[in-house]
């Protein structure tokens, strides 16, 4: 009970240490991962539709512990895993870098644990401040409760970038090399940079919101580009570069600005850096590196449970029921306009 309590207590994910407490009651390899992505903060479902049903949930795990400042992953219960469970571990072990420990409830290894652990290097020890170490690493760091992020509050964000999400403009991707300049706002107004504190509670709320790395990142551009849902599926994971910050959308038709090189800011990096990193392992080069228009219900749906929308209309024109969010009142204000423009010049000039 020592050891459980001491792991437990060591569980902090923004100083790097995650503890993974398996559920008692699974044995399949998808629910270990859903307990990783609970123990990230995740709700453990992935949304939308995946190649032959496979639910590519460690690949979103892998994908979040790349991203994320997580160092540390320590397993409770390790006496209970299968081999493979086991070796999805240290598959991910192999593929994040994190440090790994497992924790064995029993005075020797099973025989399970032992043939998964047979072609890795590790140690083993039985000694408790040894042990601890592990747990928090070396020297022990502890911070501020304060700095845990908080989950989806109960008030609305309403964020004018959002405006343009469900817009019909249709852009497409570029089928050759394309090398995009900074963007230049000429046909739109730029997005109103977020403050600190409002970029603070989005990422917490987006983090909650969902596990899916491409739809938590999809929601983040839209909030720094003002791009609709169209232009951010034009995005492929060489459009985005980490190192100097920006994401490439292209529009060749010109439908709003051309293709164009985006700023992302630091708020954003990690969404990208895991949508990126998801998108290599689960489809390769060549796919969206943001949500699909395919995904539109699930990319509203997101924004939604972080209580993320676009302003709303007046009372008196609205088109939903009270509550639900209308995202493509300023679509219907524009398309209003247009007609009544049409409907003034299709007029008889009386003389």
Known sequence: MLHTHTVLAAHHPPSGRITL????????????????LAALGKPPLLPGRFPAGRQ??????AAWMTALPVTRLTVLRAHRLTARRTMRLLQLQALTGIHLTLVCHRPYLPAALHQALRP???????????ARRHYYGTPIAETSPADEPAG??????????????????SPRPCTDPCAPPPI????????????ASTAQRIAHRLHAATAHPRLAAA??????????????????????????????????????????????????????RAAACFTRLVSGE????????GDRAHLLRVAETARLRPPQPPAARRKAPVGRVEWDWRERQEAERYEAT????ARPSRR
Request: hydrophobic content about 45%.
């Open 342 to 345: 049409l409907a003034r010049h």
């Open 56 to 61: 590519p949930a460690w690949e979103a795990a």
């Open 286 to 293: 060549n796919q969206e590196l943001l949500a699909a228009p």
């Open 152 to 169: 989806p509050a109960g008030r609305w964000l309403t964020l004018p970038a959002l405006d343009r999400l469900v817009s019909y403009d």
């Open 184 to 195: 230049v706002f000429r046909h739109r107004p730029p997005p109103v940079p977020l403050t």
């Open 120 to 130: 890795a290097d590790y140690s083993v020890t039985a000694d408790f401040e040894a």
């Open 21 to 36: 407490h398996p559920g008692p009651g699974t044995t399949s390899e998808t629910g270990l991962a859903h307990d990783l």
């Open 219 to 272: 929601v983040a551009a839209a909030l720094f580009t003002g791009a609709s849902l169209q232009q951010l599926a034009t995005a492929r994971p060489r459009d985005y570069d980490d190192t100097a910050a920006t994401l490439a959308l292209h529009d060749r038709a010109r439908y709003t600005d051309g293709c164009a090189a985006y700023p992302v800011p630091p708020w954003a990096g990690i969404f990208f």
